[in-house]
């Protein structure tokens, strides 16, 4: 992170990262700052980084670090002689410092009040630039501001941001049919603003305990291992607090030796707090397929996806077998996402009693930002599979909105059918069961990979997505390839095929 060249003139000279942290004329926190965190501190500042991410366990002293961080950020700049001049926006403007999290309470209360804390405590910057306070910011001589928002990516716009703190990123909801979150929304709004007034010279600090496997924090570390700018860190609560917090004796679990003071943590709930103190994710909280590589293995690279960026289906798709599909839908309009599936069963290694069922197509069909998804276009869609060669048996809807759809492909000769993933969970067994003996196979398509990761069993009666998550083509996939079972194991296909 370049925050000023060593020629620049400055009114006061800079401290030290280590110094600004721990000498009482400027924070004064040598006896409360852990040796750890100093060390985190020393590392990403004087380092060539623009963004961090720190997934540390619950108390470790997340929060509190990145509001050391900015605080740096913002002394550094404080001491510029003309901070808008060296860094090349116009004279009199105003250079931000903005805090995000899930809400704007938590904003105020939570690293913008670490920030408030620590600035009025501070002789630096209370006798040299004592700021103007007020409820949500506060504004520093020279036209610095720091600033608490809130979760909305549209809050960052129209400031000259330099330096921000996403707080809880992993936490922040996912929206759009589980595709993007909010973290996501407000780190690329965060980014333009700093990359477009300051380019590599401001720093965007995430900070979070871990949610699952591919939350949006989960995703910076795995950037960070390809790109040198962004600093990662992974730390267990234990491994941030001093040494002398705990009695020295330890236990084993998933690898960690881990201090007995925790013991009624993790014996109470081991998923849990392996996630909130030992900071390491699940792929989802209780995930209903525990074992999550069976949905890599049930990728047959010899099939692919029949449709267009569009949605629409490919002009030279066509089963040509004869066999009857079985189509499921499930519907939506606006918020959540509509999922078609089609599936089909073929006899397996060992006869016809244990078939294989094979998902010929998957899609999600969003909604559009300020719109409704058109249920026409997904009738249009089932009839062009039919007249592309697709033999349908049968086409089952979820129940939602779904009775005018059900009457006009009836009206086309198509059989029709209500089926619901929702109330039992034996579609999702029937699905799992095959995965797991290796009698599914279907084509890559990462939003039923990504909706069948984030599945938990609630009470042992209902398979849901995780909060803020989606299934809507899981359930199509579910769905349709429960009914192909179903329908091969009687050996009656209800209706006629068209």
Not at 103 to 126: D, H, I, T, Y
Not at 131 to 142: A, G, S, T, V, Y
Not at 227 to 246: D, L
Request: glycine residues 8%; negative net charge.
């Amino acid at each position: 992170m370049h925050l000023a060249d060593q020629d620049q003139v400055f009114e006061y000279e800079p401290a030290s990262v280590r110094e600004f942290i721990v000498e009482p004329e400027y924070l004064g926190l040598g006896d409360e700052a852990h040796p750890v965190i100093v060390d985190v501190l020393e590392e990403l500042l004087d380092g060539d980084y623009n963004e961090a991410a720190l997934c540390w366990g619950i108390g470790a002293g997340k929060s509190y670090t990145a509001s050391l961080a900015i605080l740096y950020l913002l002394h550094r700049t404080l001491c510029l002689t003309d901070p808008q001049r060296h860094y090349g926006i116009g004279s009199g403007s105003t250079i931000s410092f903005l805090n995000m999290a899930p809400n704007a309470q938590q904003a105020k209360r939570v690293v913008f009040g670490e920030m408030l804390s620590k600035v009025r405590s501070s002789p630096w910057f209370m006798e040299r630039y004592e700021p103007k306070m007020l409820d949500r910011e506060l504004r520093f001589p020279k036209n610095v501001v720091v600033i608490s928002g809130n979760s909305a990516e549209t809050y960052p716009l129209g400031y000259n941001v330099l330096g921000a703190v996403i707080d809880e990123a992993s936490w922040l909801l996912e929206s759009r049919g589980g595709q993007r979150d909010s973290a996501e929304e407000i780190y690329n709004a965060l980014q333009r603003r700093i990359r477009s007034r300051f380019l590599d010279r401001g720093l965007l600090v995430m900070i979070s305990s871990p949610r699952h496997r591919g939350d949006f924090l989960e995703r910076k570390i795995d950037e960070a291992r390809a790109n040198p700018q962004v600093y990662a860190s992974r730390m267990a609560t234990w491994e941030v607090k001093p040494e002398s917090t705990y009695c020295g004796e330890t236990f084993e679990c998933a690898g960690l030796r881990v201090p007995t003071e925790y013991r009624a943590e993790f014996k109470r709930n081991e998923r849990r707090a392996l996630r909130d103190l030992a900071a390491r994710p699940a792929e989802s909280f209780a995930p209903f397929f525990p074992d999550a590589s069976v949905l890599e293995r049930a990728i047959d690279p010899s099939m692919s996806h029949p449709f267009d960026a569009a949605g629409r289906l490919l002009g030279g798709w066509s089963p040509g077998d004869g066999e009857p599909r079985y189509v499921h839908v499930d519907l939506a309009l606006r918020k959540d996402a509509c999922g078609i599936a089609m599936a089909h069963c073929e006899p397996g290694e060992h006869g016809a009693d244990r078939p294989i069922a094979v998902v010929d197509l998957m899609l999600q069909l969003l909604p559009p930002p300020e719109g409704e998804i058109e249920l026409a276009h997904v009738r249009d869609l089932i009839l062009q599979m039919v007249s592309q060669g697709a033999a349908i048996a049968q086409v089952s809807f979820d129940g939602y909105q779904s009775a005018d759809s059900r009457q006009i492909l009836s009206r086309h000769g198509l059989d029709v059918a209500l089926v619901s993933v929702d109330r039992t969970p034996e579609a999702y067994e029937t699905l799992k069961g095959l995965l797991n003996e290796g009698r599914a196979r279907w084509y890559r398509y990462e939003p039923v990979l990504r909706e069948c990761k984030g599945l938990e069993l609630l009470q042992g009666t209902k398979v849901d997505h995780r909060s803020g998550g989606s299934k809507d083509v899981a359930d199509a996939v579910a769905g349709a390839v429960s009914e192909a079972v179903g329908n091969w194991r009687t050996r009656e296909i209800q209706g006629h095929i068209v």
